[in-house]
């Protein structure tokens, strides 16, 4: 089982690469709308998904893809309180966009001995590192406080987030 926290454009890509490769148990969490600026990053979705939900709609495309495939859609923002709507999968994937939640999702990991792949992208740049129970955390590895630019304020290059999306699936793949 593997969750995905972001179905934004990391989110998107690798969901759509997991389902393809066969993964059969999938969780996805967010709790934005599709936009237009989003269009331009997030190849999931279309002109036609305005409005709607990303988790619900993603949860759709990819059931078109595959089928068999066991999708849980929670259209929910992640935080303290209901954390625990991680559950306790194999792996959880943080495509989020902003640090509290990779935090909250670094916090829960740790507790739960969970293994987690963080990434990121901004501009034409991007990071990803698996974080797993016996290594180093991600406090560890970004020990400063909140990020001060993100995709909304900075913008990311589509092709970036596609290329962390896809190494992120890799490594998640390697994994589990």
């Known amino acids: 089982k593997i969750v995905i926290v972001g179905i934004g454009a990391l989110g998107t890509v690798a969901a759509e690469l997991l389902v393809r ?10 709790r934005d709308i599709i936009e237009i600026s989003n269009l331009q990053r997030q190849s999931l979705f279309t002109q036609n998904d305005l409005g709607k939900l990303k988790a619900e709609v993603a949860k759709n495309k990819l059931l078109e893809i595959n089928p068999e495939v066991k999708i849980t859609a ?3 923002h992640l935080y303290h309180k209901n954390v625990n709507e991680l559950e306790k ?3 959880i994937l943080d495509c ?3 640090f509290q939640t990779r935090l909250l999702i670094n916090d829960y990991c740790k507790k739960n001995r969970i293994k987690w792949i963080y990434s990121a992208a901004i501009k034409t740049k991007g990071m ?11 406090q560890c590895f970004l020990p400063t406080k909140a990020e ?3 995709c909304s304020t900075a913008g990311v290059l589509n092709t970036t987030t596609h290329i962390i999306a896809a190494m992120q699936v890799t490594l998640a793949l390697k994994i589990i």
């Open 74 to 76: 929670k259209n929910i």
């Open 96 to 98: 989020s966009d902003n």
């Open 128 to 138: 990803l590192m698996a974080i797993l129970p016996e290594g180093p955390c991600l």
């Open 89 to 91: 999968p194999n792996l």
């Open 148 to 150: 001060a630019e993100t």
């Open 21 to 30: 490769a066969g993964v059969q148990n999938l969780t996805l969490i967010d």
